[in-house]
């Protein structure tokens, strides 16, 4: 019952503060951590829908702000969203186009959960993987990626080979999440460049 409390706690701040989900507040913790967005970036949003990353990084950045998903996403003033896959090369290319250079890229996407914790686990680890393959192939040098994640027997090989492509890799739990979450932020800056599988076509 407590849980359950806190949950609704966060969701009814979230709609009283005018975001679209509470996901908004994980963004604002990690951004409060680390700052590691600047007032003139411009940002890439992936599986951004329903919007609240897009939302909050609006509020910070006077760049040029993107948002991608597989699913439609509400109009939102200032921001320019598409529909499509973030492992179809095309994507990278169009993104690209539309902010031409891409400072960071943000990653709250999440699989659609099954219920089978290590079957559900390995497939958020995959979304991580195709995060950092995009993000490799749009970053500019010095650029920063934040992903999501989830603990469990895949995730540190993840972490470790986002070490091989940024100068700082540092984790964090948000505290907006649900209780009982095994989800995790890679908080990933300085980007180097990447090599081998992690690299996409641009």
């Not at 949950?7 to 009283?16: F, G, K, L």
């Not at 290590?118 to 680890?125: G, L, M, N, V």
């Not at 195709?130 to 010095?142: R, T």
Request: aromatic share 8%; with cysteine; net charge neutral.
């Amino acid at each position: 019952m407590g849980s359950q409390w806190s949950r609704d706690s966060v969701y009814v701040r979230a709609i009283r503060e005018g975001y679209r989900s509470r996901a908004a507040f994980k963004l604002k913790e990690i951004v409060e951590r680390f700052h590691f967005i600047r007032d003139s970036d411009n940002v890439l949003d992936l599986g951004a829908a329903p919007g609240s990353w897009l939302q909050v990084t609006r509020s910070i950045t006077r760049g040029k702000v993107l948002g991608i998903d597989l699913a439609p996403i509400a109009p939102l003033e200032g921001v320019t969203t598409l529909v499509g896959d973030l492992t179809d090369p095309s994507m990278r290319e169009e993104a690209l186009s539309i902010l031409g250079t891409v400072n960071i890229v943000l990653s709250d996407a999440s699989p659609r959960l099954s219920g089978n914790r290590s079957y559900d686990q390995a497939r958020a680890i995959g979304l991580g993987e195709d995060a950092l393959s995009f993000a490799c192939s749009v970053l500019k040098p010095g650029g920063n990626l934040v992903m999501k994640s989830f603990q469990g027997e895949d995730f540190s090989a993840l972490l470790d080979e986002t070490r091989q492509h940024f100068h700082s890799v540092r984790t964090f739990r948000c505290q907006a999440s649900r209780k009982g979450s095994s989800e995790i932020y890679i908080v990933a800056r300085n980007f180097a460049g990447c090599h081998g599988e992690a690299e996409g076509p641009v």
